[in-house]
């Protein structure tokens, strides 16, 4: 049942239009079920989950505001909003707006060696190391996964989610 939920809210989202949702609310919903569908081994069981996004302040509130403060099992969701890479400190989630794309090796290393799920939104950072990275196909909004990436950050994702992505 949670996996057709997935498939539904995935769906919903790639075909939303600006006058259904705005993009941000998009995106905002995509990172978060991407969270459903990754297992990050050895995460303690107790503490936060954090979140982070540099470079889209629209993102950030829509994700804080949603889900700021939610738990995910005995986890809560924590929403962190970093500036630039430099701010980056640990999350177990980073979100690259194409904004801050110039910062994407910096942003980088400072998640490598660490078991992040690094997202991004401009072509060509998937095959440079995103994990997930955002792409428009025939106007609409679709998901590349890199198998190496999550393999780097020593991520496991699930296979409904790998079926659903442009694999690179």
């Known amino acids: 049942m949670k996996k057709l939920l997935f ?9 939303a239009t600006a006058q259904d949702r705005s993009m941000n609310e998009v995106y905002s919903m995509m990172v ?4 459903k569908y990754v297992q990050w081994p050895g995460h303690s069981g107790s503490g936060e989950f954090v979140i982070g996004v540099m470079g889209d302040d629209d993102v950030f509130k829509t994700l804080n505001g949603w889900y700021g403060g939610k738990s995910r099992g005995s986890l809560t969701y924590v929403i962190k909003k970093f500036n630039s ?12 707006a194409n904004s801050k794309s110039s910062e994407f090796e910096n942003a980088k290393s400072k998640v490598e ?7 991004t939104d401009k072509n060509g950072l998937g095959s ?4 997930i990275n955002f792409k428009t196909v025939n106007k609409k909004l679709k998901f590349e996964l890199n198998p190496k990436a999550f393999e780097s950050a020593n991520l ?3 296979n409904s989610l790998s079926a659903m992505a442009i694999l690179i």
Do not use: H, Q, W
């Open 7 to 15: 498939i539904f809210a995935f769906f919903l989202a790639c075909s």
């Open 156 to 158: 496991k994702v699930s």
């Open 32 to 35: 978060f079920n991407f969270t």
């Open 85 to 96: 890479a430099a701010e980056i400190t640990n999350c177990d989630v980073l979100f690259v």
């Open 113 to 119: 060696g660490k078991n992040t799920l690094l997202i």
């Open 128 to 131: 440079k190391g995103s994990a």
